[in-house]
């Protein structure tokens, strides 16, 4: 048994107020329904995902400019997580809304990685990174980034001011 007395960064993680991310990153509003929470009114840890992802789905669209749809449909090129992680700062509950802002943290060959911060307010409730990985859907390999998404990654990063 390893026990450690320092725990990874990840999880020494504070929370962030709006103003601490850079202007111009894109956001969406999302607001807990009934069917994703438990019988406190706490919304369920799952659906938080769920919310992330279409958000992600969304911000594609609108802030890169790229159809999700057609990568996935007529492109045959996959976006699948290797690793999605939250780190839970603040109780969401059945009927707020929250504030979902999308930042690109990491540009590779094969995947990149962004983290999603969202908002009850000012304060940040909880956030989301996500490891994504370019695959051939066809054959269920990993592939470079196409260069439209690598590009619009690119840029929009670029476009954040801190």
Not at 58 to 67: D, M, T, V
């Amino acid at each position: 048994m390893t026990i450690t007395t320092n725990p990874p960064s990840d999880l020494q993680a504070r929370p962030m107020k709006r103003s601490d991310l850079p202007a111009g990153l894109w956001s969406t509003r999302a607001t807990f329904r009934h069917g994703q929470c438990d019988p406190a009114g706490i919304v369920y840890t799952p659906k938080f995902f769920d919310v992330f992802n279409q958000a992600i789905e969304q911000w594609f669209g609108e802030a890169l400019g790229i159809s999700y749809y057609d990568i996935i449909g007529a492109r045959r090129t996959g976006l699948g997580y290797a690793s999605a992680a939250a780190t839970f700062f603040i109780p969401c509950m059945m009927g707020e809304e929250i504030e979902i802002v999308v930042e690109v943290t990491r540009i590779g060959g094969k995947s990149y990685t962004l983290t999603l911060h969202a908002f009850k307010g000012e304060d940040e409730a909880l956030r989301g990174q996500f490891v994504t990985v370019a695959t051939a859907l066809d054959i269920h390999r990993s592939i470079p980034i196409p260069d439209d998404i690598r590009q619009a990654l690119t840029v929009y990063s670029q476009g954040a001011k801190r």
